[in-house]
């Protein structure tokens, strides 16, 4: 089973509202990174939270970590049309000799202008 | 614009086929990788270069063949490939690959196997 989930797979709101995006994990962590992807295009780092953080901003986002119960929440805040992507959790996977990143399956998000 | 440029970016080949993707970063780092998304499931790693060094090979089947001739430069070269292979094939970098911290991707070369 993989280290990361999201949670919903899909999700659309319209422009304005906030859409909030969960994210759990199996094993500790160094840290938990959450990264976009438009359609057929690359990944985008957004932001990433050390095990040691609870809460993380920018801009119009928000992170926040809970490592008792193995999860982080991704919150976008007044949504535009533009945030349309997919948004994955990747988690820095201590202690298991992997040297790269563990991606989730991603949550498709939608914002309906 | 991320500083990592992958070529093609679209390929169609035949299973009897040998073509090459190739990936070039111009941030410095040290560490490149290769992964693969196929629809509806999570990204794969391929593999880790670490300062030229193959670090990791996530159990790629041998049809599939990375080269790395310099900490600039990443290749994956492909033959006999299988159509279950179709997928995006995304290559990033990052300053190390200890402790991993952002990884930098490119646009993804979009494969095709007929």
């Known amino acids: 089973s993989q280290q990361g989930e999201e949670d919903p797979q899909a999700l659309s709101i319209q422009e304005g509202e906030n859409a909030t995006m969960n994210c759990s994990y199996k094993t500790s962590i160094n840290n938990l990174q959450w990264y976009r992807q438009n359609s057929g295009r690359g990944l985008v780092h957004l932001i990433l939270i050390r095990s040691n953080e609870r809460e993380k901003h920018s801009g119009r986002l928000r992170v926040t970590l809970d490592t008792s119960k193995k999860s982080s929440s991704l919150l976008i805040t007044a949504s535009r049309a533009a945030d349309t992507a997919s948004y994955f959790c990747?988690?820095?996977?201590?202690?298991?000799?992997?040297?790269?990143?563990?991606f989730g399956s991603g949550t498709r998000l939608q914002v309906q202008p | 614009e991320t500083g990592v440029t992958q070529t093609p970016r679209h390929l169609v080949m035949g299973m009897t086929n040998k073509k090459s993707l190739k990936c070039e970063q111009h941030l410095g780092h040290n560490a490149m990788y290769w992964y693969k998304q196929s629809a509806k499931k999570p990204l794969e790693l391929m593999f880790v270069?670490?300062?030229?060094?193959?670090?990791e090979n996530n159990s790629v089947p041998s049809r599939f063949s990375p080269e790395c001739p310099n900490s600039s430069h990443l290749f994956l070269h492909l033959h006999t490939l299988q159509p279950e292979d179709s997928a995006l094939y995304l290559c990033?970098?990052?300053?190390?690959?200890?402790?991993?911290?952002?990884?930098?991707f490119g646009e993804g070369s979009r494969l095709t196997v007929l």
């Open positions: 990033a970098s990052s300053r190390s690959d200890i402790g991993t911290g952002e990884l930098f």
């Open positions: 990747a988690t820095d996977v201590r202690g298991t000799g992997r040297r790269a990143l563990t």
């Open positions: 270069y670490s300062l030229e060094e193959r670090v």
